[in-house]
């Protein structure tokens, strides 16, 4: 695996995409798909 | 439910699809430790409400397998047997059981896998049947897709076969697997210009591609029309192939094949937009791109595959396009307020069809994509994997 020179910058699209996944993506979907009458 | 406009409202379209349904139970699972603490919880009550809709509606309790298609409430609309749907089917079930040690959705994946063995593989030719019936006989020829085979139906497969081989450990799926590997490699890439043929017939000799009633671009709201149609191929499908194929070597062991980076080096060359960011739609082999608009799936699965390139060849190119096409999605693929993705745009970026959900979009592509990147992001900054 190569060595990346810039760690923080790699660090911060890292954080980014956490940040995306936890307050867009998946709280997108637990709002809203979950069919609490009939399941799935 | 799924189907949501530009604003997260929901449409109206409530119909239940295996693909979907099985996409977002392989979500809800797999995504549990990239949520924060508070919605773990939910997260587990949704994929356990999730297995038990499927397994109580979609299964077909008379022929086997899985249908194709239900009402909300769980009545059975479209009865069909698709090898895509049952592949996403064994996928999402095989990740449950591994998220959850559940002996019944191991076992319920383990009896899809075996019907796919004995009512959809080819034992003449190899390879799987596109799209079956209900009682698993042939589908009409032509948009019918019962006359041909694809590479999107064996690159799920892959990609099922592998989470299955990795929950059971059963010797029967890792050899299933590298078949379709092996399949893939000899009859459906081009190896010397880095890219994926669509579709076969059931001799694998290579036809033009068509739309298939169902799969394959059932879920496009634009019409183009693609003239030489034989050779037309998916910037976002090949890039998605490379990691996919990559992951599937980990458990099987095995040479990377050259492929792997040619895959990589025709989107570089044909797919990627330097100019705007992001990937095109569809090209014709080695020429200039056809089709200019964006689509989500193949921008996510594209940062995926660059990113998974530069961690195992090193080549900088793959990093800047991992980071451009990041930079794409983040300004304007996500809704700025909703945070899911939007699901068509054209090339500068404006939306096309500006939908946040629709039968097939879910979690799938949009979570899994930066769940991966995430992983090989901590590796890169030298940090333990999830």
């Excluded at chain 2, 139970?25 to 009550?45: D, K, N």
């Excluded at chain 2, 964006?294 to 800047?320: D, I």
């Amino acid at each position: 695996m190569p060595k990346f020179q810039n760690a923080s910058e790699l660090s911060a699209v890292r954080q980014e995409m956490s940040r995306a996944l936890q307050k867009g993506i998946i709280p997108f979907w637990l709002e809203r798909s979950i069919d609490t009458e009939y399941g799935g | 439910m799924l189907s949501f406009d530009g604003k997260g409202d929901f449409t109206g379209d409530d119909e239940k699809y295996i693909v979907t349904q099985s996409r977002m139970l392989w979500g809800f699972s797999h995504l549990i430790p990239y949520a924060l603490e508070e919605q773990r919880p939910q997260m587990a009550q949704a994929a356990q409400s999730g297995f038990d809709f499927l397994r109580t509606n979609f299964w077909d309790s008379e022929y086997g397998g899985f249908v194709w298609k239900t009402a909300r409430n769980g009545q059975v609309l479209d009865r069909a047997k698709l090898t895509y749907g049952e592949s996403f089917a064994v996928y999402a079930l095989s990740e449950y059981a591994l998220r959850f040690q559940d002996p019944a959705a191991l076992r319920m994946a383990e009896e899809a896998f075996n019907l796919l063995e004995s009512r959809a593989a080819d034992n003449a030719f190899g390879g799987y049947y596109e799209n079956l019936e209900a009682d698993w006989s042939f589908s009409p020829s032509g948009a019918g897709g019962g006359d041909r085979k694809s590479l999107d139906i064996h690159m799920h497969l892959l990609e099922a076969f592998t989470t299955l081989a990795e929950a059971s450990g059963d010797p029967i799926h890792l050899r299933r697997l590298r078949e379709v590997m092996s399949l893939i490699l000899c009859r459906m890439v081009n190896h010397e210009a880095g890219f994926g043929y669509n579709q076969f017939d059931l001799q694998f000799n290579r036809i033009p591609a068509i739309c298939i009633n169902r799969t394959w671009n059932a879920d496009r709201e634009t019409n183009e029309c693609i003239e030489k149609a034989l050779d037309t191929t998916s910037y976002g499908h090949n890039v998605e192939l490379s990691w996919l194929m990559d992951r599937a070597l980990r458990l099987t062991g095995g040479e990377k094949p050259p492929i792997l980076r040619r895959l990589l080096d025709h989107a570089l060359r044909y797919g990627c937009d330097t100019v705007y960011g992001g990937i095109y739609r569809d090209g014709v082999a080695e020429e200039p791109a056809l089709v200019h608009d964006k689509e989500w799936w193949q921008n996510f699965e594209s940062m995926v595959g660059f990113l998974n390139g530069y961690c195992r060849f090193g080549e900088e190119a793959y990093l800047a396009a991992f980071q451009q096409t990041w930079g794409f999605i983040k300004s304007c693929f996500l809704h700025p307020l909703l945070g899911e993705s939007r699901q068509l745009l054209d090339r500068e970026g404006n939306p096309i069809v500006d939908q946040l959900g629709n039968p097939w979009k879910g979690i799938y592509h949009t979570g899994r994509a930066l769940s991966e990147c995430i992983d090989r992001l901590d590796l890169l900054c030298e940090k333990q994997p999830r």
